[in-house]
Structures are given as C-alpha cells and as structure tokens.
C-alpha cells in the first residue's frame, strides 16, 4: 500500500524560510514523477513544483526562484525548501506521486498522480 506522508509544515513569517519532508512507504518504482502542490481555503489546488526520477525539475512561476524542489531516491523521500516566503505561500502543502515506465514520461505539474499524502499545513506573516 502506497502511503505518503508530509512533515515540516509550520509558521513562518514573511522572507523566512521552511523544508518540507514527504516520507513514501510500500513501493519501488523503475521511475516516477513527483510533485508538491497547495491549496489555500477558497482557492483550487495549484501545483508548485516537480521532479522526475532523473532529477529533471519543473517550478510554477509563482514560486520559481524561492522555492526548491529535491528528492534522495534510495530513501523514497521528497523536499521542498522554501525560502524568502511570501504570506501568499500560506496553503496546506501535498506531496504526490506517479510510477510510469521511464522518466521521459513525466509531465511536470501535469502528470497523473496516483499517489497524495495527507498535507502540511504551511503559514507565512507579514
């Protein structure tokens, strides 16, 4: 059974920094896409950034530049660090997953990931 779970969520004020953790369990893939997304009370879940088995990375524009996304494959474990956070970053934080064939296959922020966790709930002040 696949299971994701997210950590390092918190409170932070403006320009400060975080590193979220997403610990996965209960598979081995040849390759897969994985990706943080967020979503803020009212508003529709927004992907942040992603990460093929390659390394390859993609980041949305609103976060290019701060955030920064990585991954240690022996351990299945996934981070985003946020850095010079803005009040606009404050969302519950999910991390996914997608297996696929070989890592060509990604597609970024618009894969079809299988797999969430549970979420960290992130909160920057001005």
């Known amino acids: 059974q696949v299971q994701l779970v997210e950590s390092g969520g918190g409170s932070v004020q403006a320009g400060g920094s975080l590193r979220l953790t997403c610990e996965g369990s209960g598979y081995t893939y040849i390759a897969s896409c994985m990706a943080w997304f967020r979503q803020a009370p009212g508003k529709e879940r927004e992907g942040v950034a992603s990460i093929d088995t390659d390394g390859k990375t993609a980041y949305a524009v609103s976060v290019k530049g701060r955030f920064t996304i990585s991954q240690d494959n022996a351990k299945n474990t996934l981070y985003l660090q946020i850095d010079s956070a803005k009040p606009e970053d404050t969302a519950m934080y999910y991390c996914?997953?997608?297996?696929?064939?070989?890592?060509?296959?990604?597609?970024?922020?618009?894969?079809?990931?299988?797999?969430w966790g549970q979420g960290t709930q992130v909160t920057v002040s001005s």
């Open positions: 996914a997953i997608e297996p696929v064939p070989a890592a060509r296959y990604c597609k970024g922020l618009n894969g079809n990931f299988a797999h």
